[in-house]
């Protein structure tokens, strides 16, 4: 086809794409630096129209290069063709499951904005790049990403369930361990290729590497061929775009909580409010190891059935209240402690409150601070720093003191 022609067949497409000269120049480079200018860019708002237009391409004649927030330093998320930027529009974090641990995201979230989504819940995704604050999940598993904790929480794809993915064809299909019926070809071709290689592969990817990039995970298809999410993992957009995830998540880890409750020093005269209060475990462990009463509030019912449940089963449930309700309205004036697992806007929004609280009374908060009130004391847990063995990544717990000045 001319050019003309590989223009008019993208954009005779239902997915928005941009041909100027601006847009191209801004989507020629990424971290690497390569700088190659893109044929078109093109911004599928679902599945359905990134199936459109990478078949339209494939019919141009037209190399498809998939992008997330192009982050990555080898100059993957550039090239000549159609660049598709999955991380304008595909970010939605739907499918939350506490019991099954998983949650799905769309191929364009950023990993800062699911785990800010998961704090309350007491969970996060487990692999903690350094660039958090704009690395995508689809990126993250096109790169196989770990992070500096690698031997703590695996790769990207130690935490996938199902992958949603469109094939060169058009094709949409899902794949992973329930999906065993697709793709039977390829999956074939898989386990003869590991099957004849098999010696080589294990000379080359020997156990325990835990981080190596020489190209597919040969390692981990000669483990578990059928599971073709084995061979996406790390492909860099060479075998298919990825459009959503259906991940595993981590617990927040009782260390954590233990040491929020020893930072508030607690104890059974206490009266403790735990804001977005989760599956209750806060309050629960502040009532069966300290005889501390309190008051859970959480927004979601069914967490807050959730922590009843665990307060029943712990035996601890005549010393604790759970209530679905809006924090931000909940009359907190009894609390002697109050714990905040919360986002940095709800902190914030109840400082009032919590300022108001009778001298003495401790405010402990996970990972957000509050503006323009200073900190008692900040502590900083790390299982490689501080020996807590339970912690699986960084966290840092504020305490304020009301009526107190802050210590250095």
């Not at 359905?48 to 498809?64: N, R, S």
């Not at 990126?139 to 094939?167: C, F, K, P, Q």
Request: aromatic fraction near 6%; proline fraction near 5%.
């Amino acid at each position: 086809m001319t050019p003309t022609q590989q223009h008019a067949t993208l954009a005779a497409t239902n997915c928005p794409v941009a041909f100027d000269n601006l847009t191209r120049q801004l989507y020629a480079t990424d971290a690497s630096h390569y700088q190659i200018e893109p044929l078109a860019v093109a911004f599928p708002r679902d599945a359905k129209q990134a199936a459109a237009i990478i078949q339209a391409a494939a019919h141009a004649g037209v190399p498809v290069i998939p992008r997330g927030a192009g982050t990555g330093l080898v100059g993957g998320a550039i090239g000549e063709g159609v660049v598709v930027d999955f991380s304008r529009f595909n970010r939605l974090i739907t499918d939350f499951d506490a019991e099954k641990r998983t949650v799905r995201v769309g191929a364009g979230v950023v990993l800062d904005q699911l785990n800010d989504f998961l704090c309350p819940e007491g969970f996060a995704f487990g692999p903690d790049v350094a660039t958090s604050s704009r690395a995508t999940l689809g990126g993250m598993i096109a790169n196989n990403s770990s992070g500096a904790r690698t031997s703590l929480y695996g790769t990207t794809a130690d935490h996938l369930v199902e992958l949603e993915i469109v094939l060169g064809d058009g094709r949409v299909l899902k794949i992973g361990p329930g999906h065993h019926s697709a793709m039977p070809r390829q999956r074939e071709l898989l386990e003869d290729m590991v099957m004849l290689n098999a010696l080589q592969i294990a000379e080359r990817f020997p156990p325990g590497l835990l981080k190596r990039w020489p190209g597919y995970a040969l390692d981990r298809i000669a483990r578990d061929p059928a599971n073709l999410i084995n061979v996406l993992a790390g492909s860099e957009g060479t075998l298919a775009a990825i459009t959503s995830a259906v991940v595993k998540l981590v617990p927040t880890p009782d260390e954590i909580v233990e040491q929020m409750c020893k930072l508030g020093r607690v104890t059974k005269d206490d009266i403790v409010y735990d804001m977005g209060c989760g599956d209750g475990r806060i309050l629960i462990m502040a009532a069966k190891k300290y005889g501390a009463r309190g008051v859970g509030i959480d927004l979601d019912p069914v967490r807050i059935a959730e922590a009843k449940k665990n307060a029943q089963d712990e035996g601890v449930s005549h010393l604790v209240d759970f209530r679905a309700e809006d924090g931000t309205k909940t009359d907190i004036s009894k609390a002697t402690v109050v714990t905040l697992y919360m986002f940095k806007w709800f902190n914030n929004a109840i400082s009032p409150k919590l300022q108001k609280l009778r001298p003495g009374s401790r405010v402990v908060a996970h990972d957000f601070d509050i503006d323009d009130w200073k900190p008692t004391s900040v502590v900083h847990l790390d299982s490689e720093r501080n020996g807590h063995e339970g912690i699986e990544r960084p966290h840092t717990l504020y305490l304020w003191l009301v009526g107190a000045s802050a210590k250095s």
